[in-house]
């Protein structure tokens, strides 16, 4: 009888073991959506400080720049690294800022690939984590560490702006923010965090982005077996759904530009097609012929840069060369 009652008692506990587990995993799954994604996202407006700074000279394709690679620091987002390209003559009057997200040529590396930027001032944002994993592999370990830098990139960059909107060099009335690849995933948060706390962004430009992380994620890991491939994906998009941009889309206003390739296999048609629907804003949509920008493309990235650059003097958000 006794044994009979430790055998029961065990059975009992071997399945609360089984169990426990998956109550765990419905449980973060319905906390996550449930989670209101702007509150997520939200570490409030606070002071940014410089803490270090270096300043260099830079020969690009065009035209000679000065560089200042910058740590910012606010207590509300951790550390900020950003470069900093000013033309070499002295600044009169203030000028236009663009905020460029690259992809996998993240900070500085992304300024190169615009061979000439004028009476304008650009900001490479570096991200606090490496977005190399979304495209070489997302191992599960990884996606703790991912989730604590990816959700710190919107409020990182609308500090940022008001930051930079602050400066004696900066034409606060012409700021924009500009997407690409990895990059514009980011872009409708940013611009849903900044208008919430009144921050004025100008237009924006989302290239070569999507909407629903978890088909863009699937659509990057296919070295993975399928199970491994849509378990990896599921998790990775719930734990950053706060960064969905299909959560953010409806909420923007103002006028952006989008910019896609027919041929992207990175960015599935469907993704950035759902993107173009969501944006109630004023857009101009831009369909090539390509697949996917990257640094291996040259002519495709000068491209999409000249569509940009143009897009940008028409919207009066940049000087002319």
Known sequence: MIATVKITVLLKIGALLILLPGLLLAGWVLLQLLRDPLAALDRGVGDVTVVRE????????????????????SPRTDSIHITISFPVDPISEPLPVLVVLGGLEIGRKSLQYIPRHGRNILI????????????????????????RSVLKVPAQLENLIRWARRQSWCDSNRVALLGYSF???????????????????????????GSNIY?????????????????????????????????????????????NGVDDHQIPRECWEELHRLLPAKKTV????????????????????????????????????
């Open 54 to 73: 270096s300043r260099y000279p830079v020969a690009l394709a065009e035209e000679s720049r000065s560089y200042r690679d910058l740590v910012l620091y």
């Open 124 to 147: 490479a944002y570096q991200y606090p984590y490496s977005p190399r994993y979304w495209y070489d592999g997302t191992p599960l370990t990884e996606v703790p560490a991912i989730r």
């Open 183 to 209: 990059g514009a995933m980011f872009v409708p948060a940013v611009y849903r965090l900044a208008w919430h706390h009144g921050t004025k962004v100008g237009p924006g430009i989302m290239a070569y982005g």
């Open 215 to 259: 088909q863009m994620l699937k659509a990057n890991l296919k070295f993975l077996p399928p199970i491994g491939r849509y378990l990896v994906a599921g998790v990775a998009a719930l734990a950053i759904r706060p960064v969905e941009p299909a959560l953010h889309l409806p909420h923007l206003q103002g006028e952006f530009l989008l910019i």
């Open 286 to 321: 831009v369909i090539l012929n390509e697949g996917h920008m990257n640094p291996a493309k040259p002519d495709l990235t000068l491209k999409v840069v000249r569509l940009s650059r143009r897009w940008l003097l028409e919207k009066g958000v940049t000087n002319p060369d």
